[in-house]
């Protein structure tokens, strides 16, 4: 069994910064990937930002020079930084974890969510 927790959100005026971070903690073999997801009222979940193979980054297009994604291997938790926030980063933000297991075969876990809202 994995256990993903993140923390970090609440409120902050539009141009702030705010600092989400994610554990993984459980029964691992090797994490694969590592990434941030938000969903806002009315709309389907988004990837935000994901790390793969510890190195490999990728960002939706309105995050891009705002966010960074990072991730600390030796305490299997990622962080997402933000920057310059705009109202419409107002979401619940979700951490996923992929696993490898020693097969080849891949698992997702996801933690609880937390809120970012953006507002002055």
């Known amino acids: 069994q994995v256990q993903v927790v993140e923390s970090g959100g609440g409120l902050v005026q539009p141009g702030g910064s705010l600092r989400l971070s994610c554990a993984a903690s459980g029964s691992i073999f090797n994490i694969y990937a590592m990434g941030w997801y938000r969903q806002a009222p009315g709309k389907q979940r988004e990837l935000v930002a994901s790390?793969?193979?510890?190195?490999?980054?990728n960002y939706t297009s309105s995050v891009k020079g705002r966010f960074t994604i990072s991730r600390d291997n030796a305490k299997s938790t990622v962080s997402l930084q933000m920057n310059s926030l705009k109202p419409e980063d107002t979401a619940v933000y979700y951490c996923?974890?992929?696993?490898?297991?020693?097969?080849?075969?891949?698992?997702?876990?996801w933690g609880q969510g937390t809120q970012v809202t953006v507002s002055s």
């Open positions: 996923k974890i992929t696993t490898s297991a020693m097969s080849g075969r891949r698992s997702d876990y």
């Open positions: 790390i793969t193979n510890g190195i490999i980054t």
